[in-house]
């Protein structure tokens, strides 16, 4: 199949992290696949060199005619089979670039923040594909108004050659973050913000510290609660065993760092990338019964579902993956789950045989 994607956006988060690994892994299967994308973004940075060519543009909005200019001459040129999108704000000028070379349109989508009235009614109808990344977040399109028989679930993809666990790279971080061998290290990575349930984890972590003198933990991301973090960490009984690194645009590496990773957000969540991507590298995980977050794991064998805001729950867990009975079982089965689930080969294949059902 030949795709032209448009991904204008700017930013990096889940969204273009799955831009980026579904593009390249289409790419790796043998299928054409070329991208509208603005330049000098993660996106375009991550993609450069790549067997996915790129034609620079933006979309500001539905508006804008620099996008739709090159999408066009772009899709003009490539003749694709489909047109995607993963951002909202391109999903109109693909369905109207569609419309007007005659040229299908699939769309994912990525947030539970509704969409507006207009579009709610329209978008999965006018779209050939309307993709939700979990079960909940199609539940959560057909409550806000979708047409149920209109949208589709394809999880998030992986791409496990970069997540995967990697001694050498252990083996370089461990010493730079004042740690050993023995070391047990609890992560949380993402935004640092009080709805993602960084307060409950760390009221959690420093009980369980009073009771493992083994255990450490590692905080990266940014958010307009860093500081609020860094301030509680400093107060805090254990502040020498807490680690907050920031911002740090690629994680991967530190996952390999990390005994367990803990995604303790109270509010939900349409997936839980960081929880995908830690158990890829053989790291066992902690998540909040919340939103999609439960689907990225195998409970009670690659990690444990725990209700949210419950520090109590979350001391309790942690202190249970600190035996290794219990917790190197979960990290040795976590990987091949992941790669079953989620792995970029399965994803783009499946995404290809949905696109391929009911044509014609």
Known sequence: MKFLFAGTSHEYGGAEIHFIALTQALAAAGHTVEAVVRPDTPIAHALAGSAVRLH???????????GYRATIAAARRLRPDWLVADFGKEYWPLILIGRLLGIPVALFRHRIKPMNPLSVRLVARCAQRFFAVSEFGYRDCVEHGMPASRVLVLYNPV???????????RARLLPQLGLDEQAIVLGCFGRMHAGKGIFTLLDAANAAMA?????HCLWLGDGIDAQRLRDSIAAS???????QLGWIADVHPY???LSLLAFPSTTPEVFGRSSAEAQACSVPVLVSDVGGVPETLQAGVTGLVLPAGDTGAWRDAILALCDDAVRLPMAAAARSFVQRRFGTPVIAAEFVRMLDEGRG
């Open 255 to 257: 996952y390999n760092v």
């Open 56 to 66: 620079p543009s933006r979309f500001r909005n539905v508006f804008d005619l620099r």
């Open 237 to 243: 009984p254990f502040a020498a065993r807490h680690h």
């Open 211 to 215: 009771q493992e003198p083994r255990l």
């Open 159 to 169: 791409d496990t050659r970069l997540y995967r666990p990697d001694p050498a790279q």
